[in-house]
């Protein structure tokens, strides 16, 4: 008999497992725990947890309240289009819009403090793709997503947009400065 | 009704056909092989436009390609195959008539005009909405159409797959429980049809939509709820390429399962954990807490993760079991060494276990780990990924099966013998060059679905590392490698339905088309000597040890990136 048969002994769940297989399902079973419990043992050790705080909200609200944010905090202007670049207070809850095809405002933080960064599309998915830092989130219509941001390192960060978003989404970049 | 329906009896494998069965499975994985051909080609012009030097497409074709590719081999392709194994699986191995065998033209049918119908959308609709068409990014109602018409079809196919069981059962075809591979399609048609059910769930009000019927579809309730239907579905795949594994295991080694009780179970637990499928893909998504993400990612405590594990240790292992059986006991790996080598259904199969357990199952639970999708959502991680699980994985056991179906059902000889050697290795070192570039590159931060990396047309360019620049153009010789492999197993599929050597319905293949399994004393004796499985575990244990140095490398690159809270 084979795979291809039927079993050869009727009763065949009461047939034995095989040492070796026991063996093996047992050191699954130990990964299988360890795996599950580093998602846990990281929110209470680790230091990148993302946050699960959301609202809902339409474009035009939350359009309003970046515009708030970008006419109080702006220092200067960067690009053919203008962009404000936004520089608020450590501790500050600070605004980033996605939409087709860019990320706006332009921020500006302080290495090693502290914000509470906003994250909302008004029109399509998006992807929030934080680069050379390497963090990526997934930006939706419809959902004001609010996470505690500490960047850890000084420099010129990008912004790419890593969820399709139609044609121009290849252009989709924005930018965040990380200063002293 | 189609009781005194003809069959034949395969002088090579002693299998007995249903005409009807024998004629839609033929179908079927005719048009799997057309379908994976024309997705085969798109990708060809995905992989050349993400080779830097090469850039060949412009961003239109880009974008619209990319949308073609994905359906066409990811649900096309391999669905057509599966019906196809589910028809063999249960009418075949079960030497039972297929139930309904009109409704199976109809469900061949009706998959058929909804690919055309979903690929006229994409081409000539403006649909380049990409295989996940994220609501609210509209597409044209074709495409949602054609994507339920093609669902429908196949679940008509999972009905006709569960019949036939029901008339083998009544008809006593069969003595006892279903051998093990009709029980791995059966895990699969269970999957399929709840895959199926969320799926309607989902399309049919965003095709309503449309339409106008519907006002708004919210883009989170879409992401999860579209996830229940795209990653079960690839459940489907993993149980099918499982049962695959499981019959190469049996054609070409005469292998039975170490265990019944051992390979049904994990069957099983694919099918008790795959309804919280959608939660890996929403890790880093506003709107699902944080227990919700740690339970369902995990499968509730990775319980398919340890299933893939199961079936990667039995599968080998019964085939080291039967070789050990047959004399070949030196040492830990002559069974190993002594396997058919040359023989296509055989390395393809290989080659898919290891792609599968080594670059596919690691990098998958890697990333489905909540805190560590921060630092490869979206990036090109994720098609790197699903290239080793769902192209090395499933297309090449896929593959490997085809190059035994198509001379016992068509009674043709391969042509082209050489290249049938030869074709899985070219194939499967292409496609590992594909799944650890694009890997590579995600890991370094290279977006997926993105025309320019360069950003040569950007307001405010960003420059990736040259190595990412360099891991691409990697990637795009691994392409052409692959895009070899496939065309010449396309070229010898088609070429032997058209040209191969015919064999009459009486007389034998020369070579052996299903290997005489080992006597039962044979096994007893083994079985004394306490070591039938060693050699595959020590193979499961470099492949754990690997599992975890490099799960464990990954939480300390997360550390290093911005604190979040």
Known sequence: MT???????????????????????????IWGIILTLMMPLWHIFGEQNLSTETYRTTPQRYMEKTQAFVDQYTVRTEGDR??????????????????????????????????????????????????????????????????????????????????????????????????? | MTNNAIFRTCPDTGLRFHGPAETLIKLNAVAAVVFLLVGGIMGIGVGLTRWPEVHLLGPQDF???????????????????????????????LGCRLATPKLGYLAFLLMVIGALVNNYAV??????????????????????????????????????????????????????????????????????????????????????????????????VYRLIWWAFGHSSQQINVATHVTVWYMVGALVFGAKPLSEKVSRFAFVLYIAVLQI??????????????????????????????????????????????????????????????????????????????????????????????????????TLYVPGHFHATVVLGTTLAFM?????????????????????????YIFGLGMTGVSVFMMGAGTLGLPRRHWDAAFTSSSFPYEFPSSAMALMSLNGLSVVLAAIGGGMFCLIIVGTLLFGKKVGQEEKFPRVMVATPPTEAQYVTLHRSGNAISGTLLLAGVFLIAFVVYYFINWKYLAETWGMS
């Not at chain 1, 002994?9 to 009461?14: E, G, I, L, N």
């Not at chain 1, 605004?95 to 860019?102: C, E, I, K, N, S």
């Open chain 2, 123 to 220: 081409w000539s609709l403006s649909s380049a909405v990409m295989m996940t068409s994220y609501a609210p990014m509209p597409a044209h109602w074709a495409f949602y159409l054609g994507l339920i018409l093609f669902a429908v079809g196949a679940l008509i196919g999972c009905f006709i797959f569960l019949g036939t069981l029901v008339i083998a059962k009544k008809e006593k075809t069969y003595e006892g429980s279903i051998p093990l591979v009709t029980f791995g399609g059966l895990t699969a048609c269970i999957i399929a049809i709840f895959t199926i059910a969320s799926g309607a769930i989902i399309l049919v009000p965003t095709l309503l939509w449309q339409l106008g019927y519907v006002s708004n579809i919210d883009a989170g």
């Open chain 1, 3 to 29: 795979s291809l048969s039927p079993p050869d002994q009727k009763v065949w769940w009461k047939k034995p497992i095989d040492r070796a297989e026991l063996i093996w399902i047992f050191i699954v079973v």
């Open chain 2, 277 to 378: 499928a959608s939660a890996h893909h929403l890790l880093v998504d506003p709107g699902v807490g944080t227990e919700w993400k740690i339970f369902n990612t995990s499968y509730a405590m990775y319980l398919a993760v340890m299933a893939s594990m199961v079936h990667g240790l039995t599968v080998p292992g019964s085939m080291e079991a039967a070789q050990r059986a047959r004399g070949y006991t030196n040492g830990l790996f002559e069974w190993l060494r002594k396997a058919p080598w040359g023989n296509p259904v055989f390395s393809s199969t290989m080659i898919s276990i290891v792609g599968f357990g080594f670059l596919g199952g690691i990098s998958g639970v890697m990333m489905g780990a909540e805190q560590l999708n921060l630092i490869v959502h979206n």
């Open chain 1, 82 to 180: 203008q962009f404000p670049v936004v520089a608020p207070p450590a501790g500050e809850d600070i605004y980033m819009v996605a939409r087709l095809w860019d990320w706006w405002p332009i921020l500006e933080l302080k290495q090693g403090q502290s914000y509470r960064l906003h994250l909302n599309s008004i029109d399509w998915n998006h992807g929030f793709s934080l680069q050379p830092a390497n963090l990526n989130i997934q930006v939706l219509p419809g959902y004001e997503h609010v996470l505690t941001i500490t960047p850890n390192a000084t420099g010129e960060y990008s912004v790419i947009c890593n969820e399709y978003c139609g044609i121009n989404h290849h252009n989709m970049v924005g930018k965040i400065y990380v200063v002293e």
């Open chain 2, 63 to 93: 974008y619209t390609t990319l949308t073609s590719h994905g359906i066409n081999v990811l649900i096309f392709w391999i669905i057509f195959f599966e019906i196809a194994a589910l028809y063999f699986v249960s009418s075949v191995v």
């Open chain 2, 400 to 424: 490997g099966i085809t190059y035994w179906l198509v001379p016992v059902l068509f009674r043709r000889e391969l042509i082209l013998t050489s290249w049938c050697k030869w074709q899985p």
